[in-house]
């Protein structure tokens, strides 16, 4: 009976995505199973070729087509490159478990599983990737380039749907040059000591759409770069993890603007960092963060809840009587509320050289719980050089 249920539910898996496709291209359809290009699930084989091998035959066919990895043992694939342009839409139907190799040549591969030059592509399935990130992790400190777990390059009007990444060995999914991506469902996860390991990472890419995600990771759960512009993240939670991150900045010349970037309806949990802002302090390079709204988000023991550090300096040598040169404005933080784990729960240190401008904190709600005698009490606020203003009920006492 079980099996019965569990066939049923790939079947319709594999027909509502087949109907979600035709919303993106028309025409044919067509059904391509992995283990016919000689895909084999005993965990030591490499797949590679087999995965490569179905994705050129979809990639020539018109219309639309799916690549199907079965559910049912191992699947190990050392690197694989999707990429296009291809005739016609793809739908990468993950439902089988897909493992990373794990001996110590493979720690600075560039990628894993990476999709590039694609339009129309759908990623999904109930599957996991396996990313090998605890034979890895001992060696970060010693290694320069470790793979991304699944990374998209320069890919248009995609999805990708119900994916969970475990245990990366850098980066579990990241975005690069995108347009129009949405992200429902995922789910990443790696130990909170994993190095490096952040959920979500976007850079150069507009128009994405993260929803009903869960972020337990080791770095920043949802990590924003230069030239990222029109994000959406959605009902998501946090926790453990870094929190949510924009920058850092200002490091390199040129770099692009990050703006339009909407955090609503999420959840952070033991978290080292709420919503954060960092731009490196002097010597920094000009750049802009601007049109930010953070709203309706529940903070449960996080350590630094809502902060602006304009003098990120990990690795010291800056001169902090030179403010950053990198400008943060239109930044509206509403309905914010929960437990911080440190007592000063709101830090705006902004630039000296460019203060933050239009900021507004609006019903923020947050107390701090003492950790040593467990009572929870007023939290404080602390802020430098910002320009803005406050409005309804703020506590900590608002410092703008």
């Given at each position: ?142 290694m320069q380039v470790v793979p991304h777990s699944l990374r ?143 709203e309706d988000v529940r903070m449960d023991n996080v350590h ?97």
């Open positions: 009976m079980m099996a019965w249920r569990s066939d049923l539910q790939a079947f319709c898996m594999l027909m509502f995505f087949l109907v979600s496709a035709g919303s993106v291209v028309s025409g044919k359809r067509a059904v391509l199973n992995v283990k016919d290009y000689g895909a084999v699930t005993d965990g030591q084989t490499d797949n590679s070729q087999a995965f490569s091998e179905a994705w050129k035959a979809a990639c020539k066919q018109k219309g639309r087509t799916v690549i199907n990895v079965p559910k049912g043992g191992k699947y190990y694939v050392r690197q694989a490159s999707f990429e296009g342009p291809c005739k016609g839409s793809v739908v990468f139907m993950i439902r089988g478990d897909v493992y990373a190799p794990t001996d110590k040549a493979s720690h600075t591969l560039p990628y894993w599983i990476k999709f590039r030059y694609v339009d129309n592509l759908i990623i999904a399935g109930d599957g996991n990737l396996y990313g090998g990130g605890r034979s890895a992790w001992p060696y970060k400190s010693q998209l390059e320069f890919v248009n009007h995609a999805r990708i749907d119900r994916i969970r990444s475990i245990d990366s060995k850098d980066k579990h999914i990241s975005i690069y040059g995108c347009n129009d991506v949405r992200m429902n469902r995922i789910r990443t996860t790696a130990p909170h000591d994993s190095p490096n390991t952040d959920g979500l990472h976007i850079a150069m890419s507009k128009r994405i759409r993260v929803t009903d995600s869960k972020f337990d990771t080791g770095d920043d759960c949802v990590a924003v770069f230069s030239g990222s512009h029109d994000l959406n993240i959605t009902g998501c939670s946090c926790g453990p993890g870094h929190g949510f991150s924009i920058g850092s900045m200002g490091r390199s010349p040129n770099e692009d603007p990050i703006t339009k970037i909407n955090i609503q309806n999420c959840t952070l949990s033991h978290t080292d960092n709420g919503f954060r802002i960092k731009t490196w302090a002097a010597p920094s390079h000009p750049t802009l963060a601007s049109d930010i709204t953070v630094n809840p809502i902060i602006i550090d304009q003098n990120y300096c990990p690795q010291g040598g800056c001169d902090d009587k030179v403010g950053s040169q990198v400008q943060i404005k239109n930044l509206k933080l509403k309905d914010i509320w929960g437990i911080s784990s440190t007592e000063t729960a709101v830090k705006l240190q902004c630039s000296s050289k460019k203060p933050c401008q239009g900021v507004v904190l609006e019903d923020i709600n947050i107390l701090f719980r003492d950790l040593e005698t467990r009572k929870i009490r007023d939290a404080l606020s602390s802020c430098a050089f910002v320009n803005g203003f406050s409005r309804g009920k703020q506590s900590p006492k608002a410092c703008i």
